[in-house]
């Protein structure tokens, strides 16, 4: 499938994706792409970040291929019964572990626990080694359990601006082939 084709919905996580960051990159770069817009970035909540998702989604044209990072990985994860009819794909990357009190703050626990069924759509998960947020083993865990693919990113931290990949450009590389199996 090509992008020009889809509607790429970019979810991005808690506090937004600055100007710098890879997602808003992309969004740039890609003329059918959007980002979900959630009412508060700084506060989140599970249930309006699903209903502002599944609402963007059913307004799409075309068939929806989703782009998250971070805390809009267990927002895609947790709405995706809701999903199934439109979407299409998921590109989830560095999912954080929202039952990991150790690595995430209390305000963002209430997003899991991560359901273990398979997605109901196509989806590769993007991982790091070094994610400060989210141990590798965690991330192999979801994927065997959604039936996504996953991705080694390697030591590559949150895969963020602030970890050195604001334009991520082994990313772009992997979203093509993510793109050329739909």
């Known amino acids: 499938m090509k992008v020009a084709d889809a509607d790429?919905?970019?979810?991005?996580?808690?506090?937004?994706?600055?100007?710098?960051?890879?997602?808003?990159?992309?969004?740039?770069?890609?003329?059918?792409?959007?980002?979900?817009?959630?009412?508060?970035?700084?506060?989140?909540?599970?249930?309006?970040?699903?209903?502002?998702?599944?609402?963007?989604?059913?307004?799409?044209?075309?068939?929806?291929?989703?782009?998250?990072?971070?805390?809009?990985v267990p927002t895609v994860v947790q709405a995706s019964g809701r999903l199934a009819r439109r979407v299409r794909a998921a590109f989830l990357v560095s999912c954080p572990d929202v039952e990991d009190e150790t690595r995430v703050p209390a305000m963002l626990r209430h997003f899991g626990p991560l359901p273990l069924d398979p997605l109901p759509f196509h989806s590769w998960q993007v991982a790091s080694r070094t994610d400060p947020y989210c141990e590798f083993e965690r991330a192999e865990r979801w994927s065997r359990h959604?039936?996504?693919?996953?991705?080694?990113?390697?030591?590559?931290?949150?895969l963020n601006t602030e970890s050195g990949q604001g334009p991520w450009p082994e990313g772009v590389l992997a979203f093509a082939h993510f793109m050329k199996e739909l």
Do not use: C, F, Y
């Not at 792409?33 to 989604?57: H, I, M, S």
């Not at 959604?146 to 949150?158: E, R």
């Open 146 to 158: 959604w039936g996504t693919k996953l991705l080694d990113a390697g030591d590559a931290g949150h």
């Open 8 to 72: 790429i919905l970019i979810v991005p996580g808690w506090q937004n994706s600055g100007p710098d960051h890879w997602q808003s990159r992309w969004m740039e770069k890609m003329s059918t792409a959007r980002r979900v817009e959630q009412d508060d970035w700084e506060n989140p909540d599970l249930d309006r970040w699903v209903d502002r998702l599944v609402e963007t989604v059913e307004g799409a044209t075309r068939p929806v291929v989703l782009v998250a990072h971070s805390l809009g």
